[in-house]
């Protein structure tokens, strides 16, 4: 079975703190993404990785940066927490399969509140 | 802009009544997958279905695949307390490699 693990489940950070989320796959996925899920409002892509080294920006990107410096290791960093961007943070990897299927494999979730 | 709008956005029913959840797109899918996602988990992979036409079932889950391929359907019959989560429609549109998710429907079954 695939598994997809998040560094907390649960964290607390002040304005202005530089924080980072950590997500490691262990199926030697190539792709891997970092969501935010508000209510009301889903899914949103903030990044992606198809390889390593290399990130692509999702639909939110401001705010946020990525690392990927191992295939099986994906960072999300907040340069700068503001009180906006308490969410859900999802991490998610996927392989990419013949006939344009694709499964994206979640962690269990990284709930940030910034006071 | 490419969207999957997923219908109705909220339902609560009691435990076995039937059910059905509707994901639809302007866009072609080349295929089209359902999660769902339990309160303060990531979302989990039900099932994909990839021919237009193709139904496919998962004990008292029916899930279909429009003919033209821009709208899928899950259905639920006797649900169950356990069937209570948020259910999202996600995939490719056809020609493109970003993957989308639908806007979701959170289901409640009462017992």
């Known amino acids: 079975d695939v598994k997809v693990t998040q560094s907390s489940r649960y964290l607390v950070k002040r304005t202005g703190e530089k924080v980072f989320l950590e997500c490691v796959q262990d199926?030697?996925?190539?792709?891997m993404f970092w969501y935010r899920q508000d209510p009301g409002l889903g899914l949103r892509l903030i990044y992606f990785?198809?390889?390593?080294?290399?990130?692509e920006k999702g639909d939110i990107p401001e705010g946020y940066s990525v690392s990927r410096e191992k295939k099986e290791r994906f960072s999300l960093i907040l340069e700068s927490a503001s009180t906006n961007q308490t969410s859900m943070y999802l991490c998610?990897?996927?392989?990419?399969?013949?006939?344009?299927?694709?499964?994206?494999?979640f962690g269990p979730g990284t709930r940030l509140t910034v006071l | 802009t490419q969207l999957l709008e997923q219908s109705p956005q909220f339902l609560s029913i009691q435990e076995g009544e039937n059910l059905t959840v509707y994901c639809n797109s302007s866009s072609v899918f080349s295929s089209l997958q359902w999660y769902r996602q339990e309160p303060g988990e990531g979302p989990v992979l039900l099932v994909t279905v990839v021919t237009g036409g193709e139904v496919k079932k998962l004990k008292r889950l029916t899930f279909q695949f429009g003919d033209a391929r821009k709208d899928s359907s899950l259905h639920i019959t006797a649900a169950q307390t356990g069937d209570t989560g948020l259910y999202l429609c996600a995939g490719f549109p056809s020609g493109t490699y970003k993957y989308i998710f639908g806007t979701g429907t959170r289901l409640k079954v009462l017992a």
């Open positions: 998610a990897s996927s392989s990419w399969t013949s006939g344009g299927t694709d499964t994206q494999y």
């Open positions: 199926m030697d996925h190539e792709n």
């Open positions: 990785s198809y390889d390593v080294k290399m990130k």
